[in-house]
Structure formats: C-alpha cells, structure tokens
C-alpha cells in the first residue's frame, strides 16, 4: 500500500476526509494530467479509490459537487474511468509499504 501526506495547504482542503493526513494511492510516482479548468499540467498521484472508506468517498463525492456543481453521478463515474487525482502540490511526500519498488 502506497500514502501521500497532506501538507497544510492539503489539510486546508482534504483534512475534513483524511484528518491523519495520509491519503492512499495507488503509485508512489507521480504523473502529469490535465485537470479540468486547471492550468498548467499538474502532477498527481492517483487516489487508490478502493482503500478509502465509504465515509470518505461519499465525503469526497460531495465536496467535489459542491466545487464544481458537476453531479454526484457523473464525478463518481468519471472517478469509475480515469481515477482521481490528487494533486502533488498539495503533499509533503509519499510512502509506501510495496518493498519491491526498491530492488
């Protein structure tokens, strides 16, 4: 299993739903995207969507509605497609618990 850690720019917008600060991904490596009505490129780490509690993804389903006013349905199925990002800038760094990424 692989974290990112919120810095306190992250904790100002993410806290609420990750209040120990650690946040799962899926990779420790970070990638450029396109965000939507964000330049430039960002990098990001990939949300591991599957580790969050049900809590948290309700929670981060709401809090991306009411920032965007897209619908619940269409960021979850969006979500579904192309995963969630979690942008670089708002982390001190990433751990991981994978030790085969290092031999």
């Not at 720019?9 to 450029?32: A, L, M, T, Y």
């Not at 948290?56 to 920032?67: D, F, H, P, S, V």
Request: with cysteine; net charge neutral; proline share 6%.
């Amino acid at each position: 299993m692989s974290w990112a850690y919120l810095n306190s720019e992250g904790k100002q917008h993410w806290g609420d739903i990750f209040p120990d600060g650690k946040v799962p991904i899926q990779s420790i490596i970070e990638i450029p995207a396109k965000l939507k009505g964000i330049r430039p490129t960002q990098k990001v780490y990939m949300v591991d969507w599957q580790k969050l509690t049900t809590e948290q993804q309700l929670a981060t389903l709401e809090k991306l509605t009411k920032l965007s006013g897209t619908p619940k349905a269409e960021i979850f199925q969006e979500i579904q497609t192309v995963g969630l990002p979690l942008r670089e800038k708002y982390t001190d760094g990433c751990a991981t618990s994978r030790m085969e990424l290092f031999f």
